[in-house]
């Protein structure tokens, strides 16, 4: 069966530190998310991207980068990781017709100290 | 700007009776509305979509009611059952922008008491 998969599923890192959270989906779909979710503020997009090479910014996308060489994997890096970015970050990728759901992964809790 | 709203962070139910989960939105160009379900400790997962066409989208124990002129959708959940007990998110596609890119309200805590 088609799945998504994050890694790792939980994750401790010192302030200053890069991080990359790894995205693999078996779905074959062009289109990929990525999300943070804090309390009192739902689901936020970080970055997206609809194909391999093309990346985008959503709107909390200071101090994340993405990366799309294949149709498979979306890696999100935290360039310098800072405690306003401890929280719990899903992965996610979508069809390309109506009604444009997302498929979740299992999500990835990071804490910054 | 929050586009879509959900006003209530949490709401209880006893089993059996029906759930109603609101969500209203700003964006009157936004073409479709999903709602996902979340558990702790795991992905949202899509339940119920419904197009800016209709009003009215059922699958089993889930409706969604869509109204247009209140910028307002609901999701009814009838029986409830403890197995709903879960965070619900409402979500949007379209607005005028990417039709692939959903934008979410801040969800509301289901929990339905035996």
């Known amino acids: 069966d088609a799945e998504i998969t994050q890694s790792p599923r939980h994750k401790i890192t010192e302030t200053g530190r890069q991080v990359t959270l790894a995205c693999h989906q078996t779905?074959?779909?062009?289109?990929m998310f990525w999300y943070r979710q804090d309390l009192g503020h739902g689901l936020r997009l970080i970055h997206y991207s609809y194909g391999v090479q093309d990346t985008n910014k959503g709107e909390v996308s200071d101090g994340y980068s993405v990366s799309r060489s294949n149709t498979e994997d979306l890696p999100l890096t935290l360039e310098s990781a800072a405690s306003s970015q401890t929280s719990v970050y899903f992965c996610a990728s979508s069809e390309l017709r109506a009604p444009y759901e997302q498929y979740f992964g299992p999500g990835t809790r990071l804490t910054v100290t | 700007d929050q586009q879509v709203k959900q006003n209530s962070p949490s709401l209880s139910v006893q089993e059996g009776r029906i759930s109603i989960l609101n969500c209203d939105y700003t964006?009157?160009?936004?073409?479709?509305f999903l709602w996902y379900k979340k558990y702790p400790a795991e992905g949202p997962t899509f339940l119920i979509s419904i197009s800016s066409i209709k009003d009215k989208n059922e699958d089993g124990r889930f409706t969604v009611f869509l109204n247009k002129s209140a910028k307002h959708l609901s999701l009814h959940i009838v029986p409830s059952q403890p197995g709903d007990s879960a965070v619900y998110f409402c979500a949007a596609s379209g607005g005028g922008g990417s039709n692939y890119k959903l934008t979410f309200g801040k969800g509301t805590l289901l929990t339905v008491n035996p």
């Open positions: 779905w074959n779909h062009n289109n």
């Open positions: 964006n009157s160009m936004f073409d479709y």
